[in-house]
């Protein structure tokens, strides 16, 4: 197993946003962790990251318990992420912000670069237009570029589709399949329930900070409850 959240619990203040989270990512998965609003899905891979305290609970990577190391050594241990609402640095470079997701490793990192190029030829066309400059779909793919800079074993992605234009949500989910293809394992949030089942090979279903159900994509797909809160229904 890559990745284990063995019953998290996580507050802000008081409130508790996660109540006992418990979810598994084997290496070369796409899993997808969809909810509605609030439910708990960015806090889970806050968590994951280290950018949120755990109150209880584990977090396992590749065997280790990582539950109090640092955001910034789970990044050098392979775990990346692009967060929500995208966080580009807008008066750098298309190419300077990519190299700022190598910043800190050692080695060459001109193939990681070419191989970020290669699945983003817009970024390549547009390596020295600033980051702000670029439109919303373009610095989504910044974002998912940068953490792929980062060389991870497990790509964590919250709403890459959001605010994107339909053309370009299916291009995003096509490029997630390609990332996976190429070796990367992917937990991906998504609000678009629909596209993230198609994709994704298993995934977890959580309703106001707890996992209400989990089983591989295609069958939540089918499954009647699933499809009248997450799917519109029929
Ligand atoms: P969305 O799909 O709307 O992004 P989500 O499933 O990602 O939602 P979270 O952002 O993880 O949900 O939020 C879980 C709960 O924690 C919500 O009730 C939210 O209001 C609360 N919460 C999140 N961030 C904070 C914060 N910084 N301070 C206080 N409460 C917060």
Redesign the pocket.
Request: proline content about 0%; cysteine-free; aromatic content about 4%.
């Given at each position: 197993m890559l990745l284990e959240v063995n019953d998290i619990h996580v507050y802000?203040?008081k409130?508790a946003?996660?109540h006992g989270v418990t979810l598994e990512v084997s290496e070369g998965e796409i899993v997808a962790l969809i909810?509605?609003?609030?439910?708990?899905?960015?806090?889970?891979l806050?968590t994951i990251s280290g950018l949120r305290p755990l109150a209880r609970g584990r977090v396992r990577f590749q065997g280790e318990d990582i539950s109090k190391v640092p955001a910034h050594k789970r990044v050098a241990l392979g775990i990346g992420q692009a967060p929500?609402g995208r966080g580009i640095f807008p008066g750098m470079t298309v190419q300077e912000n990519l190299l700022m997701g190598a910043y800190g490793r050692k080695g060459d990192v001109s193939g990681d670069l070419a191989q970020v190029y290669e699945i983003f030829p817009r970024l390549a066309e547009r390596k020295s237009q600033y980051g702000g400059t670029m439109s919303g779909g373009e610095q989504q793919m910044l974002t998912i570029g940068r953490a792929l800079m980062t060389n991870p074993k497990v790509l964590l992605l919250?709403?890459p589709s959001m605010g994107l234009a339909p053309m370009l949500v299916a291009q995003i989910f096509d490029i997630v399949k390609e990332i996976n293809e190429r070796g990367t394992t992917v937990l991906l949030?998504e609000?678009n329930a629909h596209q993230a089942l198609q994709l994704a090979h298993r995934a977890y279903v959580?309703e106001t900070?707890a996992v209400v159900k989990s089983a591989p994509a295609s069958d939540l797909l089918h499954d009647p409850e699933v499809r009248a809160a997450y799917l519109g229904g029929d």
């Open positions: 802000y203040g409130v946003a996660l909810g509605a609003n609030g439910a708990g899905k960015t806090t889970t806050k929500e919250d709403e949030v609000q959580l900070g």
